[in-house]
């Protein structure tokens, strides 16, 4: 039966990927991604990885696909032609590709317990975490305390891609935004037109930030934590800028603003590690924040993923602020 | 009594995935923007619902349950508002709800 689904599910991946390659629509290339984020994250499922199918679900299909949809109101709607053949680069596709097969040759194969991955520090992950960390959810005790120091480095990076692509679009002419929109007649009745859709946007927000913070708390559970948590939050706020206007998002929170909760949630996950270091463990080594070992853990991943969340959420909202600025630049 | 609940969480599911081809066929078939909508809404909307029902059927009365049951609350306001918000647009932007003559089959 598993069988079945995943042919099925891999059948058309094949076939989005090449739709996305054939069509010249950059809409219809983004809705195309959309369904092929949406097809991983059911392949991942499949394979029992529920916390990588939610986070593929949450950005690839949601945020991802909303950001790019913004960039397209700062391009063009059309793919331009390339100007021609580029057999060149084909061919260093293949060769690539032809090497790349040819390395997974020697790989173990897939799911075998033997392989070297299972060999190293898996078993103690598998069995030890519920002893050690005490989190029901092995992922969160990995990816949060084992891994801890990785994790850092991952929401470094997203801090750091936020201020790229702020320091790189930025908000330029942004004080006159509002004026630039009122003089080319571009008013928020467009949207405000739709009664229905703002009453239910109007309902959903609430519960979506609900639902944000329960992903953001249950990490230890369930599937979920700080990322996850941190994008759902962040498309809240993008629904509301959709529905309501940059203006009036840009009143709720301001992209200053934004960048200072950004750096906060970077500095309370390094400031835990240093706070490990002060009361005499190695850096975000959580037992000895609390006299008991277990509580400290508990307390170290609650804070971290604190400050994942905050951090990722504030760097979505940047961005798409900053693409849909540009929007209004344009026009 | 379970045996009543497993015909009628087949029968969910089943009325589920008839109307999910009939209506992958529909997005097919139709000739214009807004009967492809309704095929699509009709998905959307009823085979999801069932389906969903169906599962909780299947499921009986546990935590799984609650979760399908808020899923199929969201479901039910979401799709005919994303259903009404497309027809909207494409009628502000100049589509026609009855087929012209060069679109008839």
């Given at each position: 039966m598993e069988l079945i689904i995943d042919i099925t599910l891999l059948t058309f991946l094949g076939i989005t990927a090449l739709a996305i390659n054939r069509i010249d629509k950059l809409f219809c290339v983004i809705m195309l991604s959309g369904i092929y984020s949406l097809l991983c994250a059911s392949l991942f499922v499949t394979m029992d990885a529920v916390d990588v199918a939610f986070t593929e679900a949450a950005v690839g299909t949601g945020i991802a696909t909303v950001l790019l949809l913004s960039t397209i109101g700062a391009t063009d709607t059309q793919q331009r032609s390339a100007p021609r053949r580029p057999l060149f680069a084909l061919l260093v596709v293949c060769a690539t590709g032809a090497i790349l097969i040819y390395g997974t040759m020697d790989m173990p194969a897939f799911?075998?317990?033997?392989a070297p991955i299972h060999q190293h520090v898996a078993p103690r992950y598998l069995q030890e975490s519920q002893q050690e960390?005490?989190?029901?959810n092995i992922v969160t005790s990995i990816l949060s305390s084992y891994r801890g120091f990785d994790t850092l480095g991952e929401t470094v990076v997203i801090f750091t891609a936020g201020l790229s692509v702020v320091g790189l679009?930025?908000?330029?002419g942004m004080q006159k935004f509002g004026d630039r929109q009122r003089a080319a007649g571009i008013t928020q009745d467009d949207m405000g037109k739709h009664l229905v859709l703002r009453i239910v946007i109007k309902m959903f927000i609430p519960l979506i930030l609900l639902f944000a913070l329960y992903v953001q708390f249950h990490g230890d559970f369930g599937p979920g934590g700080g990322f996850q948590a941190g994008v759902i939050f962040a498309s809240g706020f993008i629904f509301y800028t959709l529905m309501f206007g940059l203006d009036a998002a840009m009143r709720v929170v301001s992209p200053r603003t934004l960048s200072y909760i950004a750096a906060l949630g970077v500095l309370i996950y390094g400031g835990v590690g240093v706070a490990t270091l002060l009361m005499?463990?190695?850096?975000?080594?959580?037992?000895?924040?609390?006299?008991n070992p277990l509580q400290g853990q508990h307390l170290g991943i609650f804070l971290i993923e604190l400050g994942v969340g905050t951090t990722v959420f504030s760097i979505m909202v940047l961005i798409f602020f900053a693409f849909s600025s540009r929007k209004g630049l344009r026009q | 009594m379970d045996t009543f609940l497993a015909w009628a969480s087949i029968l969910c599911i089943g009325t589920g995935v008839f109307l999910a081809v009939t209506g992958a066929v529909g997005i097919f078939r139709m000739p214009n923007f807004f009967t492809r909508l309704h095929a699509a809404s009709v998905t959307d909307s009823g085979c999801a619902c069932l389906l969903l029902f169906g599962l909780m059927l299947q499921s009986g009365f546990n935590l799984p349950t609650i979760k399908l049951c808020f899923i199929l609350i969201f479901f039910l306001i979401s799709s005919p508002t994303a259903a009404h918000a497309l027809s909207k647009t494409a009628l502000s932007c100049g589509a026609q709800p009855t087929p012209s003559p060069r679109e008839e089959r």
């Open positions: 799911g075998d317990p033997d960390i005490g989190s029901d679009i930025g908000f330029r005499g463990g190695n850096f975000l080594d959580y037992n000895v924040l609390r006299s | -």
